[in-house]
T-cell receptor, first 112, second 111 residues
Framework: NAGVTQTPKFQVLKTGQSMTLQCAQDMNHNSMYWYRQDPGMGLRLIYYSASEGTTDKGEVPNGYNVSRLNKREFSLRLESAAPSQTSVYFC???????????FGQGTRLTVV | QKEVEQNSGPLSVPEGAIASLNCTYSDRGSQSFFWYRQYSGKSPELIMSIYSNGDKEDGRFTAQLNKASQYVSLLIRDSQPSDSATYLCAVRDNAGNMLTFGGGTRLMVKP
């Protein structure tokens, strides 16, 4: 049971470079989320997808784009990375209603 | 902007004591409430969920919800050093789509 899988686990980018963080879930969940977590802080929502075909901005969407490729996959793209985007990124999914979210193992991104 | 507030801590308790963690939220229409535990360098894992006013117990953990006061808490009885972690409160909005987290409270249980 893989659950929520994120790739890559670690990445170092130079300022201005672009990259896509991948997330896939095998639990047939409707909703998927991208969060970032900075040292000593909680999780801040970047974007979410309530269902296949829909995406919405969260608390901190600037500098990011997302794609809900299908029900399983939700990717996060940094078009022009900035040092302020250095963070740990978590993908999560949930089936809907009042259910809890399950998290991937995180991607540690450093922008130099 | 919907807010979820937690005291960042650290909250230090001796082994065997009761740890009390608190969370307040701003969206009165919130429906579902969750407590996650996060060890350093790991992803959050669910401990408790609570949906209606009152207490919900699961082993050494008790979640308490008071929607009128917009307040949710987590009690950990017989605290163990292995409970040392950051505890995150999460609140689902009325529409059911957004899941907003508090900043987390770091708990330290000392042997």
């Amino acid at each position: 049971n893989a659950g929520v899988t994120q790739t890559p686990k670690f990445q170092v980018l130079k300022t201005g470079q672009s990259m896509t963080l991948q997330c896939a879930q095998d639990m047939n969940h409707n909703s998927m989320y991208w969060y970032r977590q900075d040292p000593g802080m909680g999780l801040r929502l970047i974007y979410y997808s309530a269902s296949e075909g829909t995406t919405d901005k969260g608390e901190v969407p600037n500098g990011y784009n997302v794609s809900r490729l299908n029900k399983r996959e939700f990717s996060l793209r940094l078009e022009s990375a900035a040092p302020s985007q250095t963070s740990v990124y978590f993908c999560a999914s949930r089936s809907g209603g009042g259910t809890e979210a399950f998290f991937g193992q995180g991607t540690r991104l450093t922008v130099v | 902007q919907k807010e979820v507030e937690q005291n960042s801590g650290p909250l230090s308790v001796p082994e065997g004591a009761i740890a009390s963690l608190n969370c307040t939220y701003s969206d009165r229409g919130s429906q579902s409430f969750f407590w996650y535990r996060q060890y350093s360098g790991k992803s959050p894992e669910l401990i408790m969920s609570i949906y209606s006013n009152g207490d919900k117990e699961d082993g050494r953990f008790t979640a308490q919800l008071n929607k009128a006061s917009q307040y949710v808490s987590l009690l950990i009885r017989d605290s163990q050093p292995s409970d040392s972690a950051t505890y995150l409160c999460a609140v689902r909005d009325n529409a059911g789509n957004m899941l907003t987290f508090g900043g987390g409270t770091r708990l330290m249980v000392k042997p």
